[in-house]
């Protein structure tokens, strides 16, 4: 089973409109993680955010992490048209060993 | 250049056939992981390693097999291919800094 589930499964905006994605998961974590997919392309890690952090910023993202609802949230501020991608969130569970969960992914369209 | 390289990147196999997909990193990571990539299914843990010489099932094990002879290769087998093998595989380490993946095996069985 896939611990994070993405929210929405599809979003489309405008460019220079924010996105915001949700992401929601089930078990403790030592920390969380966005990635993104350009179609037919590998994975690219953007972020990632520790469980003892609240929010964290690189750039035109912003990642928050809420703990005690198990969820977080990816925004995108002042979107392009090269922001058009799959994004995921997975988690790094506690325990012995570290491996990562992916969620199904949200895919984002920013038109022009 | 640093990171996981994957080989072969496209492979076509007819049912029944064997292959083995080559994982290399050379950043010194302990940990390798396998993962398949389906449509609208996300990336899902097929099999890792915590080290040379260990390896451990993830999430989907079955029909796979897995070796880690050497610290920096990481081999996915697959003994007698099915069309449900049919997928992107993506091989990925991870560090203190973090994970890095490789760009992906186009798996097509027929």
């Known amino acids: 089973s896939q611990q994070g589930e993405e929210d929405p499964q599809a979003l489309s905006i405008q460019e220079g409109e924010n996105a915001t994605m949700n992401c929601s998961y089930k078990?403790?974590?030592?920390?969380l993680q966005w990635y993104r997919q350009n179609s037919g392309r590998g994975l690219v890690h953007l972020i990632l955010?520790?469980?003892?952090?609240r929010e964290k910023h690189s750039g035109r993202l912003r990642v928050t992490l809420d703990t005690s609802k198990k969820s977080s949230s990816l925004l995108i501020t002042a979107s392009r048209a090269a922001d058009t991608a799959s994004y995921f969130c997975a988690t790094d569970s506690t325990g012995a060993n570290s491996k990562l969960t992916f969620g199904k992914g949200i895919t984002l369209s920013v038109r022009p | 250049n640093a990171g996981v390289t994957q080989t072969p990147k496209f492979r076509v196999l007819k049912t029944g056939q064997s292959m083995t997909l080559l994982c290399a990193q050379d950043?010194?990571?302990?940990?390798m992981y396998w993962y398949r990539q389906d449509p609208g299914m996300g990336l899902r843990l097929i099999h890792y390693?915590?080290?040379?010489?260990?390896?451990a099932k993830g999430e989907v094990p079955d029909g796979y097999n897995v070796s880690r002879l050497k610290k920096q290769n990481f081999l996915l087998g697959l003994e007698s291919a099915a069309p449900s093998q049919t997928s992107v595989y993506f091989c990925a380490s991870s560090g203190q800094y973090g994970y890095t993946f490789g760009s992906g095996t186009r798996l097509t069985v027929v």
């Open positions: 390693s915590v080290g040379e010489g260990t390896t």
């Open positions: 078990t403790s974590i030592n920390n």
């Open positions: 950043m010194n990571h302990e940990y």
């Open positions: 955010i520790r469980s003892n952090e």
